[in-house]
């Protein structure tokens, strides 16, 4: 059996940065992806890492993904709003999620964004950190299709619906938890 190859992180962030410039998505947004990609692989979540490039680049060969979404707030209230992704990769529509979020926060003292129209976003901790880098509490949540059946059941009906939340601290280092209903993603 061959050794496994080894490559520096910023080799293959560029890579992935490489392969979706060439689908057309902006070279900010290519890089905030690169980064959840790689995020999730350095954590130990290879079934959401670097793997996943070429399902997302499939994807938007297909016209499934818009390479060049702009997602935009559609309603917005005090503490809350809800944003359209406009179709486009999960990593840049969550984290225009978390941002708004952030900025509420700053405002009313807390922020919800719920989304619509958007695609496989990833690790949900990648989302939680940005929170935290500001000193904030984030949480970050996802939907999913079924794929599993509940205790005693025979049919799929519950999805691995990953969560995450994070908790900042001024004195020691944050707690952050990120986990799905399901051992493995499939």
Not at 104 to 123: D, K, P, S
Not at 133 to 144: D, F, K, P
Request: charged letters at 20%; a positive charge.
């Amino acid at each position: 059996m061959p050794e496994p190859q080894r490559y520096r992180v910023e080799d293959v962030h560029e890579f992935c940065c490489t392969v979706l410039e060439k689908l057309n998505v902006p070279p900010e947004n290519a890089k905030e992806v690169g980064d959840c990609l790689l995020q999730a692989d350095l954590r130990g979540v290879d079934s959401h890492g670097v793997i996943r490039l070429s399902i997302y680049a499939g994807r938007i060969r297909k016209g499934v993904i818009n390479p060049r979404a702009a997602p935009r707030v559609v309603r917005t209230h005090a503490a809350a709003a809800l944003m359209d992704g406009d179709n486009g990769l999960g990593a840049i529509v969550g984290s225009r999620a978390m941002e708004k979020a952030i900025d509420l926060a700053a405002t009313a003292g807390m922020g919800f964004v719920g989304v619509r129209r958007t695609n496989h976003f990833g690790i949900a901790s990648f989302y939680v950190q940005k929170a935290l880098r500001h000193g904030l509490i984030g949480c970050a949540a996802s939907n999913a299709p079924p794929h599993m059946a509940p205790f005693g059941g025979r049919a799929r009906f519950l999805g691995t619906n990953p969560f995450s939340v994070g908790i900042a601290s001024a004195k020691e280092s944050p707690v952050l938890f990120d986990a799905s209903t399901r051992v493995v993603a499939r």
